[in-house]
């Protein structure tokens, strides 16, 4: 590699140059100038979560194939109510399934 000659290599700024009006030359403090411009960061408690209510019955995990669509709106609509997809989905079959009747011969 060629080297270049000592007139073409100079520093940026010479030492003893100035800061740019309106600037400092170096924070007082590290942490300062550094941001989006947030002046002073509140201390926010983060907000408590409801706890979820019991089961009233008891679930158990089941193996169920759904269409991609599906799956979206049953997330959809479990985002909107704020509870969970097998919530929903039980909701959905509950309303929507009839119920068993095991009738015997006399």
Not at 37 to 56: F, H, L, N
Not at 73 to 82: G, H, S, V
């Given at each position: 590699?060629?080297?270049?000659?000592?007139?073409?290599?100079?520093?940026?700024?010479?030492?003893?140059?100035?800061?740019?009006?309106?600037?400092?030359?170096?924070?007082?403090?590290?942490?300062?100038?550094?941001?989006?411009?947030?002046?002073?960061?509140?201390?926010?408690?983060?907000?408590?979560?409801?706890?979820?209510?019991?089961?009233?019955?008891?679930?158990?995990?089941?193996?169920?194939?759904?269409?991609?669509?599906?799956?979206?709106?049953?997330?959809?609509?479990?985002?909107?109510?704020?509870?969970?997809?097998?919530?929903?989905?039980?909701?959905?079959?509950?309303?929507?399934?009839?119920?068993?009747r095991i009738e015997r011969d006399a």
């Amino acid at each position: 590699m060629p080297t270049l000659p000592s007139a073409l290599i100079r520093p940026a700024a010479p030492p003893d140059a100035d800061p740019i009006e309106g600037m400092e030359a170096e924070p007082a403090d590290p942490a300062e100038g550094q941001g989006r411009g947030v002046q002073e960061a509140r201390a926010v408690a983060p907000r408590a979560r409801r706890r979820k209510p019991a089961a009233t019955e008891k679930t158990s995990k089941r193996g169920v194939y759904l269409t991609d669509a599906v799956w979206e709106r049953l997330q959809l609509e479990a985002i909107r109510k704020r509870t969970n997809v097998s919530a929903i989905a039980g909701e959905v079959l509950e309303r929507n399934l009839p119920r068993l009747r095991i009738e015997r011969d006399a």
